[in-house]
């Protein structure tokens, strides 16, 4: 059985080959993610997985519900870093899945507001970020393309997979001043993008190329032309 200690390990080397590599440099970004235990966030019949460089599956394809998944280190943390979250910062993560987005980013900010549409994975972020004690954590349950107006607005948004394009109803839920940090097309066409608010005004510019899960709720509805 692994230990603690393993999982300690673990991280280190995530970090070290998987971040560092992919031009992770923040240093609160990297003490967080050494010190956030990744493996707490996956079903335990995959814990011995929770550090590979995948995306791990942690619900599966249920009807029309597409499967969910935690997000491979490296993309995740680039994102991550990409939003420059400070310590007074009031954060949306769209998409929580089992908390550890949520976890990662409640160390770095004030508070987080976790938006979860699956009840099943808002009841596991909830029942995780307990247990493990992060408190500024707080977990909603409702349609991801909707955001959470109730407490807008946020100094930075999180999408926690690729869409293919962010509804103006959550662009509505910036600050001014604030970011929003998202993975827009599909496999080999996605592209990390940093949006901001300045003046009223949402203005979006490209960074890297990045192939994650897509998110459900985002998907542009295709007409035919004749």
């Keep these: 059985m ?8 673990r991280r280190t080397r995530m970090v070290d080959s998987q971040l560092r590599t992919t031009d992770v440099i923040n240093a609160r970004l990297l003490d967080t993610m050494l010190s956030v235990p990744r493996e707490e966030f996956v079903p ?16 599966p394809t249920e009807g029309a519900n597409p ?3 935690l997000m491979e280190p490296s993309p995740f943390a680039r994102l991550v870093q990409l939003a420059e979250i400070g310590q007074s910062d009031f954060v949306l993560d769209i998409g929580c899945g089992t908390g550890y987005s949520s976890a990662v980013m409640s160390r770095l900010a004030s508070s987080v507001v976790a938006l979860e549409s699956d009840s099943m994975l808002a009841d596991l972020a909830s029942e995780n970020l307990s247990r493990l004690g992060f408190d500024n954590v707080a977990v909603v349950r409702g349609p991801l393309a909707a955001g959470y107006a109730e407490e807008a ?6 999408l926690g997979g690729c869409v293919d394009f962010v509804p103006d109803a959550i662009f509505a839920q910036l600050r001014e001043g604030g970011r929003l940090v998202v993975v827009e097309g599909r496999g080999l066409t996605g592209k990390a993008k940093l949006y901001t608010k300045w003046n009223g005004v949402v ?5 890297f190329n990045a192939a994650i899960k897509p998110l459900p709720g985002f998907e542009r509805a295709y007409t035919f032309e004749f």
């Design 2 to 9: 692994d230990t603690e200690a393993d999982y300690a390990q």
């Design 153 to 158: 607005p946020f100094d930075v948004i999180f």
């Design 67 to 69: 499967a969910r998944y």
């Design 44 to 59: 335990p019949s995959k814990r011995g997985l929770a550090y590979i460089d995948e995306d791990i599956e942690i619900a």
């Design 203 to 207: 203005t979006g510019r490209d960074n």
